[in-house]
C-alpha cells in the first residue's frame, strides 16, 4: 500500500433489515438512476447510471452500469 494515499474506510453493516432493502428495492422503477457515495474526504460525488438492478438481499448487494 502506498503510504501517502489515505487508508480506506472499513465497510460499516448495514443500518437496515432486509425487509427494509427489499421493500425499498420493490419501490424503484426501472431506468436510469443517480449513484452517491462519499470520497475519501468526506464529499458526496455522485454519477448517472444508465442500469440498476438488485443482485442480492443476504448481503444486500445492487449492481449499477455505465453508459
Same mark, same amino acid.
Given at each position: 500500500?502506498?503510504? @501517502? #494515499?489515505? +487508508?480506506p *474506510? /472499513? %465497510? #460499516?453493516?448495514? @443500518? &437496515?433489515? !432486509? +425487509? $427494509?432493502? +427489499?421493500? *425499498? /428495492?420493490?419501490? &424503484?422503477? !426501472?431506468?436510469? !438512476?443517480?449513484?452517491?457515495? +462519499?470520497?475519501?474526504a468526506? $464529499? #458526496?460525488?455522485?454519477?448517472? %447510471?444508465?442500469? &440498476?438492478? @438488485?443482485?442480492? /438481499? $443476504?448481503?444486500?448487494?445492487?449492481l449499477?452500469? #455505465?453508459?
Open positions: 500500500m502506498n503510504p @501517502s #494515499l489515505p +487508508r *474506510a /472499513l %465497510a #460499516l453493516p448495514p @443500518s &437496515f433489515s !432486509t +425487509r $427494509e432493502f +427489499r421493500n *425499498a /428495492l420493490g419501490m &424503484f422503477a !426501472t431506468g436510469v !438512476t443517480i449513484v452517491t457515495a +462519499r470520497n475519501a468526506g $464529499e #458526496l460525488v455522485g454519477l448517472t %447510471a444508465s442500469s &440498476f438492478n @438488485s443482485v442480492s /438481499l $443476504e448481503p444486500p448487494l445492487v449499477w452500469s #455505465l453508459s
